[in-house]
DNA sequence: GCAAAAGTGTTTATGTTACACCCATGT
DNA sequence: ACATGGGTGTAACATAAACACTTTTGC
């Protein structure tokens, strides 16, 4: 083999890094962990890590933000694969980007091995970030801002029981602006898929009624041509 | 390093593959070549190929498609990177897809050193397709849609100066259904970006009108809040 | 009884769909 | 003259936006 043949199948470690938001009541916040290695020693950088073994990426992601954060069960969502040669000072690295979305303190979260903490940061109070991680949170976030109108993507934040309330509140925050309530609840009232429960939610004030999302009767709309969209 | 160390950083020889559309009078077309060396020697694939250097995935998939087929100067958008274990019999390697969208027979082709041909082929009459292919391509085409409906795409295809009735038969034929002609060409006057010149289209039948699209008035527009939607 | 979130309809404006005929040119 | 694609407006319909008060509970 010539050194151009070889370059041709240069290969290069691989990484998966996870911007997952957590909408809380009027800002969206992210998970970051404080890194305890260099480089970026003690800087705060999203959760992730490398490729191992037989693993596709999807698995090197859920695997490496179980073992920094504890977290698991979540969706999580391909966006975008990062190539620039200098985006990683220690040499070639190329990360594949996802996004996961949940409830932020309906999570137990703590930092694993390599984390020294983990901790939720609202949007618009970011830190410092190691590598090029600012930029891949700005395109996920547009990413899901997009993927989020025209998908049931937001029923992966919620309990399984919920309260249009709710759902209005993690909307609003993730796209940051205030929705009309009653043409909003109207809209979901009118997708077959959003079932009323006989349960309430009590605790604050007047209970509210909880719906559920029903994936099987979402999949049997979509069939006979609904077109979702919020 | 233990074992487990060197696990972690795993190399992998990435590719980038180009699904290239082709719309072309009533049908949406793609281009592949013919494989001249094993694996899947003498089948056909997506143009493609390995990572180099200190090339970006974008510079590799715009390298590649040139010297494979002789495209150049092609507008390519990622889409996917996949990353199953067992999609390429020769071992692990990972790629990452992009599409591109070009009248098909306004550039010349013509097969490079890796491939025996090169040809457009319809989306309908796809032949045997090397590796994941056919998968990667059916992701490619749902972007594409999506892509087409959101973002001024389709001014990538056409030449500088362009008749509404080329634009709308490209359109048609990307999205496999007719269109109301009155309907369409209304959305598109009213779009501050498209211009109309002084030059017409002569040859055929009644001359047409041409426009064209002007991309910084588009971003001008886009400021302004404008929401790109065919 | 008061604060706080739940719940509910109607009107207006806007955008989308459906639809058919004349025009300018090349052959 | 005729065949071909270019070019144009209106009415019906559907969807989205604006808007405010009553209800139920906990404290």
Redesign the interface.
């Known amino acids: 083999l010539t050194t151009q043949e070889l ?8 990484t998966a890094d996870c911007v997952v938001f957590g909408p809380y009541e009027e800002s969206l916040q992210i998970l970051l962990i404080e890194r305890k290695k260099p480089p970026f020693k003690g800087k705060w950088a999203l959760p992730g ?10 698995e090197t992601a859920l695997r490496e933000l179980h073992e920094e954060t504890g977290l698991g069960e979540v969706f999580l969502k ?1 966006f ?2 990062f ?3 200098d985006r990683d000072p220690r040499g ?1 690295i ?1 990360s ?1 980007a996802f996004y996961a979305l949940l409830t932020p303190y309906s999570h137990q979260i703590e930092a694993g091995e390599d984390a020294e903490k983990v901790r939720w940061w609202k949007m618009n109070e970011l830190p410092f970030l190691a590598f090029d991680h600012l930029h891949i949170i700005q395109m996920g976030l547009e990413n899901l801002k ?1 993927d989020l109108k ?1 998908s049931p993507l937001i029923f992966e934040v919620l309990p399984r029981h919920f309260s249009l309330g709710q759902l209005q509140k993690i909307y609003e925050c993730i796209l940051n602006r205030p929705v009309d309530k009653r043409n909003f609840w109207k809209k979901l009232q009118l997708m077959p898929f959003i079932i009323k429960t006989t349960e309430v939610q009590k605790g604050s004030r007047r209970p509210a009624s909880l719906y559920r999302f029903d994936r099987q009767m979402y999949q049997t709309s979509v069939n006979q041509g609904f077109i979702f969209d919020l």
């Not at 370059?7 to 691989?14: G, H, I």
């Not at 890590?49 to 999807?58: H, M, P």
């Open positions: 370059n041709k199948r240069m290969a290069v470690p691989l890590g490398f490729l191992e073994g037989e693993e596709t990426l999807e391909q975008f694969t190539s620039r040669a070639r190329i594949t997009r025209i």
